[in-house]
């Protein structure tokens, strides 16, 4: 059983850069598939940036390019450096993990088990 809680978010002017870690605690994560999720009022969750277990990533297109998806194995932590963000990444971002993710689906959300309580990234 995997406890996540995100951290480092906040309000940045567009263009500039966070990175939102998430701490994870129950289970040695590099076992686990893990990703982050954003949700923007009025909107669905989507799926911004997964990693597996081999350590192959995947992101959604929209932030391909200015966002990575990285996790330390020493400190069981998932981080998501976001660079040249935009007004349209303003969101409350989420990590995720689960022991098992079929192929090709690391951004549905629906194939993960265990969430944290969200971190919110401003972009004005």
């Not at 893990?34 to 597996?52: D, L, S, T």
Request: hydrophobic share 30%; net charge negative.
């Amino acid at each position: 059983h995997v406890q996540l809680v995100e951290s480092g978010g906040g309000s940045v002017q567009a263009g500039g850069s966070l990175r939102p870690s998430c701490a994870a605690s129950g289970a040695p994560v590099r076992t686990y598939c893990m990703a982050w999720f954003r949700q923007a009022p009025g909107k669905e969750r989507e799926g911004v940036a997964g990693i597996e277990s081999d350590g192959s990533t995947t992101y959604t297109d929209s932030v391909t390019g200015r966002f990575a998806i990285s996790l330390d194995a020493a400190k069981n932590t998932l981080y998501l450096q976001m660079n040249s963000l935009k007004s349209e990444d303003t969101a409350m971002y989420y990590c995720a993990a689960d022991s098992v993710i079929l192929p090709g689906r690391e951004l549905e959300d629906s194939q993960y088990t265990y969430w944290g309580q969200g971190t919110q990234v401003t972009v004005s």
